[in-house]
């Protein structure tokens, strides 16, 4: 016998070890080899976690999506592989690993040189590194794990490596000095996702420049960053603004400096922003640069890596600290009568996410990609079709990146990476090959003689080896099995922030390497916020941790209440309560399986669906049919909410609340050959059923399944490898609208008599008005199912309705309950004036609260969330009583 409450603690961790023991994960599980070469294929790769990291919401989420599209192909039969594997993430990790030193009080990083260094990190990782992927399993993701990957493991390093060396032959990587995010604690370029923009509030300064020979003349402009005026080499205005067009072509003497540098027309300059001229310094900022290149203005560095002024400025500021030196710069220009105004002006700065510390724009030398060309058949391949994104308005912000795709800086200083397979000459000549002896052999060639070469320190950025994920994790550059059967793969889900950082590139690469793209479809899923709308952080405090949420209602109550959110274009609203409802169905569904089990109902042998007699049999068997379309329609959409609101609408509505109880009168019947079709059916549904639910929810499905046997004996087979379940049952109207009918009438009486106060044990009579025969059909057949279900006296049909009788319309037919000598009118009125004005108090005391700007402004917002949610079932308490009050009135009036 199924227990009396279920407890998904120590079960889950029982079916997930069973299902990894018995292979269910592996590619191609549950078929043979044979049927594995001739199955259509589908695919997906796990976006690779940082080998730092542990399981947030975003994660859970985005894992549930896969494991759910995972599991629903395996069960039809296909040839599936979800590959999984971890990043190594380079700045992340290497900081993990200097913090830990530091803690133990043992030599850092530059103490311990490079290679020393690494190994500590290899020692990490093997350690403590990968904790997410254990927490995954939690979860429930049935990926392949025996073949997890590692983007720094040796197959990944090869393909890294040639991917370089090859790139670099024709022509797509080169070194270049340009602008970079540069992190001056770390010591390295960081990527635009590393950055954080946090709004601060700051100054804004005017500073006038005199204009060369124009005696007494300036021209002004402002800048938040002081500091970098001594890299100015020009001054931009718009070409129509007529304020300056007689001084473009002129110079003006920048202050401190002494230095000339022109004044251009460009378009960057905005005449209705401050003076209408910018100050421009094409080595510390992205703009500036832009515009320097435009006009063949000069780009002079000023700091150096810590951020400190160097020695491209007057000396007597060398070496400051930049902020030190921004202070000093504007006592200057006031002791020169060259400061206008002081502004205050809330702007944004760029903060590293890893240090903490403000991000300079710096001119350094760096690897680059040519992205823009690689992006050409990236960007055809979802012009045409080949690789779909839903919701398809993200391939507008796909186009829009790449279309204005940069070249994208490849080299980070760092230590924790793969290094650049680069290696320099005497005289910096540089060689590259897939190892040191190649390099060499270039080198000897290059000198005629054999030369000592120095290797590039730098290593690659993550995503450079993360963007070969789809396929090197298959095997490439070799021709694997597993690529000929997989790839291209069948979709990707992931969020919207890395579509340029990750799936742009995996576009690129794919095309180029492998000539096709990497993916169908890309799924791109919502964000998970908190119950208010708020992003999740810790300093606010509203982090919710999936893994206490699993703890307190089980893995399957958490997946499938971000299943069942997980709408196209909608974040997720997350919150205890949500999750808790979809634990309450967890227990909905366990205590159906007890009720058929307590009845006897079990599987069938040779049991067909279409032979069934009973219309409560047929229709339920309908209302099956329509959900297995509506799930498998839903899923193939990618709409999971969709599917399982058609899961929790037939499990808990139909099944549970209708169909279980419209049985009870004929189990506790006497009808031997009903009893036993009830049997059979309940049996084959809840068998059915379980299928449909477990891709969503598999660790309380594949418990019932296994003891939901003919047998009374736990299954051999798993739930995890079954097939879906044929939609074999015809659908029929008929017997749909006939138990609908049932249901609708005594739902409404049921209503009726809440709203009418009609006490639970005071039975009434039912008069059915000007009914037609088919009307009169179903009375007559379910009339004790009726009168049971609705607690009724009697039914009985007449010509009109009589006084002192409420009315109910259904499907065009009145339904009269007469309640003379059942309640007290009177009495029921006094209470609803009562209670009305109890609504009516509620109502305006928090209408008046929320109108009250003080309490708004000051209020958190969870707060002023719930005063509106109290308002609302305020509002809608008023109307119902207000509505039975009406109905009363007409009653009294008769």
Known sequence: MLEKTYKPEGLETRHYDNWEKAGAFKAGAGLSESDKKNAESFSIVLPPPNVTGSLHMGHALNNVVQDILIRYNRMRGKNTLWQPGMDHAGIATQMVVERQLAEKKLPGRVALGREKFVEKIWEWKEESGGIIQNQQRRLGSSCDWSRSRFTMDEGLSEAVLKTFVELHKQGYIYRAKRLVNWDPKLQTAISDIEVEQIEKDGKLWHFKYPIKGMEGQYITVATTRPETMFGDTGIAVHPDDERYKDLVGKTVILPLVGREIPIVADDYADPEQGSGAVKITPAHDFNDFEVGKRAGLEVINILDANAHLNENVPEEFVGLERFKARKIVVEKFEQLGLLVKIDDNPHTVPYGDRSGVVIEPWLSDQWYVDAKKLAIPAMEAVRNGSTKFVPQNWEKTYFEWMENIEPWCISRQLWWGHQIPVWYGPDNEIFVGLDEAEAQKLADKHY??????????????????????????????????????????????????????????????????????????????????????????????????????????????????????????????????????????????????????????????????????????????????????????????????????????????????????????ILFGENEADKTEIRMVTAYVIDHLLHLMHPFMPFVTEELWNRFDAEDVIRESMLITSPWPSNSVIKNDNAKQEINWVINFITEIRSVRAEMNIPAGAQTPVIVVNSNTEVQAKITTHNNLLKKMARLENITIADKVPDGAIQILIDGVIIALPLAGVIDIQSELDRLTKEMGKAEKDVLGTEKRLSNESFVSKAPEKIINEQKERLQAAKKQLVSLQDAFTRFEKLKDK
Request: glycine letters at 4%.
């Open 448 to 665: 005629g003689k054999i030369v000592e070469l120095r290797r590039d320190s730098d290593v690659l950025d993550t995503w450079f080896s993360s963007a070969l994920w789809p396929f090197a994790t298959m095997g490439w550059p070799e021709k694997t099995t597993e690529l000929e059967q997989y790839y291209k793969t069948s979709v990707l889900v992931t969020a919207f922030d890395i579509i340029f950082f990750w799936v742009a590139r995996m576009m690129m690469f794919g095309t180029h390497f492998m000539q096709e793209e990497p993916f169908e479809t890309v799924y791109i899923h919502a964000i998970v916020r908190d119950e208010f709308g708020a992003k999740m952080s810790k300093s606010k405090g509203n982090v919710m941790d999936p893994l206490d949420l699993i703890d307190q209602y089980g893995a399957d109550a958490v997946r499938f209440t971000l299943s069942s959110m997980a709408g196209q274009g909608r974040d997720i609203k997350l919150s205890n309560k949500v999750v808790e409802n979809n634990r309450n169905f967890v227990t909905k569904l366990w205590n159906a399986c007890r009720f058929a089990e307590m009845h006897d109902c079990k599987p069938v042998e040779g049991f067909d669906p279409k032979n069934v007699k009973l219309t409560l049999s047929k229709w339920l068997l309908s209302e099956l049919s329509e959900t297995t379309n509506a799930i498998e329609d839903s899923i193939a959409q990618f709409k999971f909410n969709d599917a399982s609101s058609a899961i929790y609408k037939f499990t808990w509505n139909i099944f549970c609340d209708w169909y279980i109880e419209l049985t009870k009168p």
